[in-house]
């Protein structure tokens, strides 16, 4: 069973930086596909980001594209999320999630095997 722990929420003017972490366990890292996904209040979950099991390969939503990078430590089993320029839209619960079963980007629910809890990401104005 794949376990996701994430880490670096936190509260942040609009114009700041946060990184959030996704410590990995439970499998072999590099059989996965990694990705974020954010929720907002009153909101569905939607995607932010993914990384093929490499890291050569990167997807990104629209709204984050050019502000966010998403990473893979593979000697680490950790994925990242710089997020850079947030605005107070970014606001929400961001998920740490493992693909189904696949190496390769993806940007749905569908695709998710494993999610982790969750942390909290705030943007002021």
């Known amino acids: 069973q794949v376990q996701l722990v994430e880490s670096g929420g936190g509260l942040v003017q609009a114009g700041g930086s946060l990184r959030l972490s996704c410590a990995f366990s439970?499998?072999?890292?590099?059989?996965?596909?990694m990705g974020w996904f954010r929720q907002a209040p009153g909101k569905e979950r939607e995607f932010v980001a993914a990384i093929s099991w490499g890291g050569r390969s990167t997807l990104y939503a629209d709204s984050v594209k050019g502000r966010f990078t998403i990473s893979r430590d593979n000697a680490k089993n950790t994925v990242y999320l710089q997020m850079n320029i947030l605005k107070p839209e970014d606001t929400a619960v961001y998920y740490c999630?493992?693909?189904?079963?696949?190496?390769?980007?993806?940007?749905?629910?569908?695709?998710?095997?494993?999610w982790g809890q969750g942390t909290q990401v705030t943007v002021s104005s």
């Open positions: 999630a493992a693909g189904k079963d696949t190496r390769l980007v993806f940007n749905t629910i569908q695709r998710v095997g494993f």
């Open positions: 439970g499998r072999t890292f590099t059989n996965y596909a």
